[in-house]
């Protein structure tokens, strides 16, 4: 039986993938105030998410042993079989291939070399080598799933500003206490599939109170976009009331017994990061439109 588009579709972790294009693309209104150049933002969005869903695809070929002794990765369609390595690797060459010809001929270089870069950093720099070689292996790979900012910025305008620079920090900050929430709920699991997450390593406790460190951190970065004037009071009490409520749910995390809570913050961690770009967009509007 062949495959299905659902199951391609899924080697290129659309969970992760949505939050990638979301700040992707909110960077490229922000980078254009509103007047956006829409075949360029068209296939910029475009080429940025197939050559990022390339990448996930690779991570899958790669991962395959330890997807498959994971409850949480077991359904992948390669660890199921509904699709092949071999075509698994198709799919990623044509994803990375059409990707990189809409960017290079829509767009500009910069911006594919930053997004090839980061696919190389990702699918195989992460993969193969960061992931196992210690607790602080999200904070570094997590440099990967920062950088769509500053790909969707560069996307639009062809340069490389202060702003995509300090999105990127934002989401560098926001990811370890994200994955470290999850990976406290899946311990035994990385524990059983080899990888040294934090919570195998460190313990659980040890992990929480880095967790709510982070979140701290993750509000002073947040405020720090509208120290730097570039945006205002509506994005300024948004971003305490987000960032507050991250904190509150990181210290709860803390406070409880195991893994209790752990999954609430991790799901909140995804609707913050949503939220935050969304916010910048409305707090732009209204100080350019009002």
Excluded: C
Aim: proline share 4%; aromatic share 14%; no cysteine.
């Amino acid at each position: 039986m062949s495959p299905t588009i659902t199951e391609y579709f899924k080697l290129t972790k659309p969970g992760v993938l949505y939050l990638l294009m979301i700040t992707a693309g909110a960077s490229m209104v922000l980078a254009t105030n509103f007047n956006l150049n829409l075949v360029k933002a068209l296939t910029g969005f475009i080429g940025i998410a197939f050559i990022a869903g390339s990448s996930a695809a690779i991570n899958q070929i790669l991962d395959f042993k330890y997807d498959s002794v994971m409850e949480r990765t077991g359904k992948r369609p390669i660890v199921t079989g509904k699709i092949s390595i071999f075509s698994a690797t198709l799919f990623a060459i044509f994803l990375l291939f059409i990707g990189s010809a809409l960017i290079l001929y829509f767009n500009n270089f910069l911006t594919w070399a930053l997004t090839f870069a980061t696919w190389v950093f990702y699918a195989f720099i992460y993969t193969k080598i960061l992931k196992f070689s210690g607790v602080l292996n999200i904070v570094i790979g997590g440099l990967a799933g920062s950088m769509p900012p500053l790909l969707g910025w560069t996307a639009v305008v062809g340069t490389i500003d202060p702003l995509p620079l300090l999105l990127v920090l934002l989401i560098f900050i926001w990811t370890p206490p994200h994955f470290w929430a999850l990976a406290i709920n899946k311990k035994d699991e990385y524990a059983k599939a080899g990888i040294p997450m934090m919570p195998v390593v460190k313990g659980v406790e040890y992990t929480k109170i880095q967790i709510v460190l982070y979140s701290i951190l993750l509000l002073l970065v947040s405020l720090l976009l509208f120290a730097t004037g570039h945006f205002g009071y509506v994005y300024l009490i948004g971003a305490v009331i987000l960032g507050g409520i991250f904190i509150q749910k990181s210290w709860k995390l803390k406070k409880s017994t195991g893994a209790d809570n752990a999954m609430s913050l991790f799901l909140y961690s995804i609707v913050y990061l949503t939220l935050i770009f969304l916010l910048m967009i409305v707090d732009r509007a209204v100080i350019t439109y009002v």
